[in-house]
């Protein structure tokens, strides 16, 4: 009974408490840059598509909302012939940024998703690359893979001996 | 039996065997990569090490390679010791410490050994800090990709593709932290079993060059098991799509038939599919070049209106599925049907059930020919008509090797070993074929002549079995007879490819000589296509005589036949413009289609379930992958008849005396798993079903329901525990890769735990009386040649020649000639030579071993018309022919 | 008499406004304790939210399930919120400002809440849905329950006047409120005036975590908005009421008309009735039942006798 009064009394301070709400429209929250909005792709900083199309984001996408096809440029460079997201199903859990091995896909601050049609919710690539390199602007993922591209040799990326000479009869 | 304790648990294992295989055979996660159940073991990875004790006091143990070790009744060893435990994971880290960082653009990323046996031994972070061995590729051919910094010199793709194929363009290059497995330079890769590397490597430097270009991860493919279409050995694959392309076709185990391998024309070439020739629409012919699409209500019209017309015949196809053709034969009538071969090939498939009849036991299975002891390769070569079964011969040439390790008590699993014991021994092997043949190298004694003559020489062998020769009798006739007659296992493998009906008969005359002379022995023919050995069980009108009825105005339906492919052009023109209404149905265009009044689109073997018959006489069922794209394709047996289900067709045509026991070819639709589940032909972590269709629709379809397979279109459902034909990809908690394979098997490299697929149906005799007497064929007079068919591995298949990989792997049209005939002829090495109704010109190649008097054109290749015997034909130089750059080292 | 019959429209009129600003003030209320600001977008300070929520409801399809009982499923709403009007005849306002002044007016109110019960149990029932029927059950046996001692102790304050006249009631409290004198009246009262308009804490007919919404599980639209205004009706009619009898009615201070005295303290316990709702918990059902049948009858009857004791003795 005295716990009920107590109650009572606590919840009635509370008129004189200051309230939390922001006034989102007017008010714009702050939202860190790890916040999980929409999501993007960026390119590495030499400016090419940091997707390698490995399928990896699409496999951790819980709801299955990510789509892409494998491709390849004539110098060996894999790369995403379509990539699709369908945000009318994504649940801005992150996962696919956690997936990717590159720093290809991110997500963003920007949450203001809505559309009145759900087709405009789907987005393909060329809605989702943007021209810079999001939160990680110097991790360039071909040159740490040891697949050849053109403008990067064999044992040419980092940490990387020159190639065998096979024919070479030292010991 | 023997029994062995593994971390106290005891086993059953066989005798014998070595304990990496006694292990996995009771499914046991222990990490291995050089071992394979076909190549043995050498111990040259290190990473199978278990800890074996003493005796039951024992505590400390010493470690040992598993597959170098053979179970001892009682043997004490542990796979979960931690010194082995924490050797295993060393092991792990000296491969990975040059592995490039290439999981995400690698083709083997998600279903590779080496991934599963570095998650398996724990291994996560590089400690090692210093660089990077790198190497430069090669250009392998169209079929691979190679990835040399990925290797992790286990050895398996030299063992395989010397050791085991009979290679000789790979190897095992340079010295110590060098070594590098490839060719001396760029090159194609010469072997057409080049394709297994793919899957013999635990990584990704054999990777597959057309699967690649459009890749699709394992875990996204939606794949079904399957039947090669590329020849009559049927061996068993997953074929696999994504977006509505088959992607990719992998091996599917069968005991008796392809075991682990298959051939570069089944596992590059299925992928037809995708073909840009598919028909997609119905179409009516409104003016010459003009065809009208109409829906499928009204192409269903115009059927049965040819059908009702009263005058119609039917020409079945043996690359269409046995319910496709019933359903054809059915709706025009037995007598108004063709199989749809050629009168002569058709005479020797009649020629070969007559002989499968009389000698049922002797039909061995593709691996039986392997256990041979001695092998006689007769009349055509397995290498271009069944080239699986080429391969199983090679393995047969080695038996004498495992015969002289158990005298000098070497395991035969003991690979160098027991290589090492043996060295250069060879089981004999005989070959009478028109040309050399990939087999040559391991031959004991090789004939090569026309195939009226090699007709010849069989009825001599079968002459010398019935009175044996003389122990000191010289000569490959002698030979042959003599080690035929010495054998266990004799083993004689003959097919139609030589276009000679006397051939098999001389063939037959050998089996039953043998029989006769109190052997067992062991034959296979083998034909061109899939299902000659199904189609050919219609009787009904010759292909002769369904030309000529449609020459005098009949109405006619041709289900996915060429027809240009079996009969002389002109013939077949004559044929299609006497007709009265044409109707063929088929995938593809093809000359035949374009020259119709109506086409239907049907689907091919990845869109629908059809059973086909094997050269065993073995029924397979190859089920649906995926929905065809196009509203108005569907199976062939849909446009003929009123059948609701593929089952009802089936069990219609199980029916007839001639399919009894057909029904047993596979679980019905109705089947369902131990918890009552579909087959799921989706992986578990099948990706993008919100995002795969809603560029189209945001709305996602329905999941179709399959009534006609147990399989479900989608990730649910149970995959394990079902009956072994419905086992659509291999995957099992841990292992990612094809090397899960074995937990499907009740032991390593025996049956699958749920029963071998297919059945093997009887054999009747032919109601024809084929002649098959050497045909009367007189030597040509000066200036002319006897023409000769002559299948190539790539280019002479009708659908695998539809795909680009093929197409650049085949080679050029090319007559070979014997140099004489070509010196009358005003002929030399790669000129071009053509004759009168040639479609193209042909590259001269001279050989001594082309009988005079005889040439051989390649058949199918660049022209896509048939090749038939001929007497007599004048060869003309095309003096305008630049022979094409000779791109394939060919040994 | 005549203008007594000119109060209907007021009365009536101020009832159902005052029940449409309860739904915006509650939800303004209950965000302020909860630290937030609630509706205010429409209007000054939200003060229109109710004109968007009327506007929702009534462009809400109508739906009646055809499982349900027609006739019955549409009339249980307008009993509830004709009850529950009726209950304010007999509240006197000011000094002469009331709609009837019935000598048996405090019998009158009793009654008059009692027939809410019946629409809240027949839209149960009519609902034919098992929530919804439970949600009925529950109520029938909740008004049962504490009917009984929400008239008894009442009869204290009758005992004190000698009169059922609301009006005399009043006038009898010019000295004295009778909370002070009849303060376990005054608690019982309460207590049960909460569970009779099922206000949480005690909202068991339509407890959400185990009935969906109880009794009117299957109501949407204006149906849906009618029960609603029900039950603003009996918080603004309990309230009113309980002012009447226990705290002076529109008794107060001359620098203030007695209407405003009368609003001004009804709109005290309307807001203490939010903060109840705000603050505690709801107790389980049978410690709800236990908590009428075992203690606070007994409390009742030993109030009247008390009550009547002492006044005996006082007269005596």
Redesign the interface.
């Known amino acids: 009974m005295l716990s009920q009064l107590r109650t009572i009394w606590t919840i009635l301070k509370h008129t004189f408490s200051r309230n939390e709400t922001v006034q989102y429209p007017e008010e714009m929250p702050y939202l860190a840059p790890r916040y999980r909005g929409r999501i993007i792709l960026t390119r590495d900083p030499d400016g090419e598509e940091r997707c390698v199309a490995c399928n990896l984001c699409a496999v951790a996408c819980p709801v299955d909302c990510i789509a892409l096809q494998k491709t390849e440029t004539d110098g060996g460079r894999w790369y995403p012939e379509f990539f699709r997201i369908n945000f009318s199903r994504c649940i801005m859990c992150g996962m696919c940024e956690e997936a990717c091995p590159t720093y290809a896909i991110q997500l963003t601050p920007d949450f203001e998703l809505c559309e009145y049609d759900r087709p405009n919710m789907v987005y393909e690539k060329e809605h989702l690359l943007i021209d810079g390199p999001g939160k990680y602007p110097d991790y360039s993922f071909w040159h740490v893979a040891g697949k050849a591209i053109t403008g990067k040799d064999k044992g040419t990326a980092e940490n990387e001996k020159p190639p065998v000479q096979v024919r070479s009869l030292l010991p | 039996m023997t029994t062995i304790n593994i971390d106290g648990s005891d086993y059953e294992v066989a005798a014998g065997e070595n304990l990496l295989k006694a292990a996995l055979s009771h499914h046991q996660d222990l990490p291995y990569f050089c071992w394979h159940p076909s190549l043995g073991s050498v111990g040259a990875c290190r990473q199978c090490a278990v800890v074996q004790y003493q005796n039951p006091e024992d505590t400390r143990g010493r470690l040992v390679m598993a597959c170098m070790t053979p179970v001892v009744d009682g043997m004490r060893v542990s796979v979960k010791a931690p010194n082995a435990v924490g050797f295993r994971a060393g092991v792990i880290e000296w491969l990975m410490e040059n592995h490039p960082h290439d999981c995400p653009v690698c083709e083997e990323g998600g279903e590779c050994h080496l991934q599963d046996m570095t998650v398996m031994t724990g291994h996560t972070s590089r400690r090692y800090r210093g660089q990077k061995r790198t190497f430069e590729n090669q250009y392998l051919g169209p079929f691979l990709n190679h990835e040399m910094n990925r290797c992790i010199t286990c050895y398996r793709c030299v063992r395989y593709y010397r050791d085991y194929a009979g290679g000789t363009d790979l190897q095992a290059l340079g010295s110590r932290d060098r070594m590098y497995f490839g060719r001396f330079e760029d090159g194609v890769l010469d072997n057409i079993f080049a394709g297994n590397l793919v899957e013999v490597c635990p990584t990704g430097v054999f990777t597959d060059k057309p699967f690649s270009r459009t890749y699709t991860r394992k875990w996204d493919l939606q794949s079904a098991p399957s039947v090669c279409q590329g020849c009559s050995a049927g061996c068993n694959i997953f074929a696999s799509e994504r977006y509505g392309k088959l992607k990719r076709v992998h091996n599917r185990y069968h005991k008796d038939i392809n075991g682990y391998f298959l051939c570069d024309r089944g596992r590059f070439g299925s992928s037809f599919v995708n073909s840009d020739l598919r028909l997609r629409q119905a179409g009516v012919r409104i003016e010459a070049d003009l065809f009208q699409q109409v829906s499928i209500e009204a192409a269903t019209q115009h059927l049965r209106d040819l059908a009702d017309s009263g005058d119609v015949v039917g020409i079945g196809s043996p690359r269409a599925s046995l319910e496709d053709n019933f359903a054809l034969m059915s709706l025009v009538g037995e007598a108004n049907f063709s199989c749809g071969m050629n009168d002569v090939e058709a005479a020797m498939m009649d020629q070969i059930f007559d002989l499968y009849a009389k000698t049922p036991d002797a039909v061995a299975t593709i691996t039986a020919l392997e256990r041979a002891d001695v092998t006689l390769v007769f009349g055509d070569d397995p290498m271009n008509a069944a080239p699986r079964v080429a391969l199983a011969i090679r393995q047969a040439a080695r038996n004498v090797h495992f015969d002289m390790a158990v005298q000098a008590g070497v395991p035969t699993w003991q690979d160098a070993g027991v290589r090492g014991h043996a060295q250069h021994a060879l089981s004999p092997l005989y070959i009478a074929t028109p040309l050399p043949t990939g087999l040559d190298d391991v031959a004991r004694q090789t004939s090569h002549a026309a195939p009226a003559d090699l007709a010849v020489l069989g009825l001599q062998i079968a002459d010398q079995i019935a009175s044996p020769p003389s122990d000191d009798a010289e000569g490959f006739v002698a030979n042959i007879a003599r080690d035929l007659l010495a054998a266990q296992h004799p083993t004689c493998v003959c097919g139609t490819a030589s276009a000679e009906p006397a051939v098999m008969q001389a063939f037959a005359a050998i089996i039953t000589a043998l029989i006769k002379a109190g052997r067992k022995p062991q034959m296979l023919c083998t034909s061109a296509e899939v299902n000659s050995f199904g189609v050919r069980r219609f009787a009904g009108l010759s292909l002769q005589g369904a030309l000529d009825r449609m020459q005098q105005g009949s109405n006619a339906m041709v289900l996915q036949n060429d027809l240009y492919r079996r009969e002389i052009p002109a013939m077949v023109s004559a044929a299609l413009a006497g007709a009265g209404r044409v109707l063929v149905l088929d995938s593809f265009e093809t000359a035949t289609a374009n020259a119709a009044d109506i086409v239907l689109p049907v689907t091919t073997y990845a869109e629908h379930t059809g059973t086909v018959v094997n050269c065993e006489g073995r029924a397979q069922r190859a089920y649906q992958v995926f929905e065809a794209e196009g509203q108005d394709i569907q199976p062939a047996w849909r446009w003929l008849s009123d059948f609701e289900h593929i089952d009802d067709v089936l069990h219609a045509c199980a029916a007839l005396p001639a399919f009894e026991g057909l029904e047993a070819v596979s679980p019905e639709a109705g089947y369902r798993t131990a918890t009552n589940s579909r087959v799921p032909r989706a992986t578990h972590r099948f990706s993008g079903r919100t995002a795969a269709t809603a560029h189209v629709s945001v709305h996602e379809p329905k999941t179709s329901v399959d009534t006609d397979t147990p399989f479900s279109f989608s990730m649910e459902g149970e995959n394990t525990g079902q009956a072994g034909a419905l086992i659509p990809y291999v995957w099992s908690p841990g292992w990612n890769s094809n090397q899960s394979l074995f937990k499907f098997q009740q032991e390593v490299g025996g049956s699958l735990t749920g029963g071998e697929p297919g059945v093997r149906l009887g054999f009747a005799p032919s109601k024809s009386s084929a002649d098959g007497s050497a045909s009367s064929r007189t030597k040509p007079a000066t200036g002319e040649v006897n023409l000769i068919p002559h299948p190539q591995t790539f280019g002479s298949d009708e659908l695998s020649s539809l795909v680009g990989a093929i197409v650049e792997r085949c080679a050029p049209p090319t007559l070979w000639l014997n140099p004489d005939d070509a010196r009358a002829l005003g002929l030399s090495s790669r000129d071009g030579a053509t004759w009168p109704d040639a479609k193209t010109t042909y590259l001269v190649q001279l050989s001594d071993q082309v009988t005079p008097g005889n040439a051989l054109a390649s058949v199918g290749v660049g022209t896509g018309q048939s090749v038939l015997p001929r007497d007599a034909v004048t060869l003309i130089k095309d003096s305008a022919f630049t022979p094409p750059p000779d791109l394939i080292a060919r040994g | 008499m005549q203008s007594e019959f000119i109060m209907i429209l007021p009365v009536l009129l101020g009832a159902m406004l005052g029940a449409a600003a309860l739904v915006w003030w509650e939800r303004r209320l209950l ?7 609630g509706p205010n977008r429409l209007g000054p300070f939200g003060s229109l939210q109710i004109i968007a929520d009327v506007v929702k409801l009534l462009t809400k399809d109508d739906w009646v399930p055809p499982f349900a009982d027609r006739v019955v499923f549409t009339l249980a709403p307008l009993a509830i919120v004709a009850g529950m009007l009726m209950g304010f005849a007999v509240v006197p306002y000011g000094p002469g400002l009331h709609i009837i002044d019935l000598n048996v007016g405090l019998l009158f109110f009793l009654a008059m809440t009692s027939l809410a019960v019946y629409g809240v149990l027949l839209s149960g029932l009519a609902s034919n849905n098992k929530y919804a029927l439970l949600g009925g059950l529950r109520s029938a046996a909740q008004m049962v329950t504490y009917e009984v001692f929400m008239g008894l102790s009442l009869m204290g304050i009758v005992i004190q006047t000698g009169s059922f006249n609301l009006n005399d009631i009043v006038q009898a409290q010019e000295d004295m409120w009778f909370v002070v004198p009849q303060i376990v009246g005054f608690v019982i009262f309460l207590i049960a005036g909460i569970a009779e308009t099922h206000r949480l804490p005690f909202d068991l007919p339509e407890a959400e975590h185990e009935l969906t919404a109880g009794f009117h599980t299957e109501y949407s639209g204006m149906k849906f908005g009618l029960i609603m205004v029900g039950e603003y009706l009996a918080v603004i009619l309990t309230s009113a009421i309980i002012v009447t009898l226990f705290f002076g009615g529109w008794l107060g201070p001359d620098f203030l008309p007695p209407i405003v005295w009368f609003s001004l303290k009804t709109a005290f316990f309307i807001c203490f009735f939010i ?2 709702r ?3 918990p709801r107790p389980r059902y049978d410690q709800l039942m236990s908590l009428g049948w075992k203690i606070l009858l007994p409390l009742t009857l030993l109030n009247i006798l008390i009550t009547g004791a002492v006044l005996l003795a006082m007269e005596g």
Not at chain 3, 31 to 37: E, G, N, V
């Open positions: 965000a302020f304790w909860q630290d937030r600001l903060l109840l705000a603050a505690l």
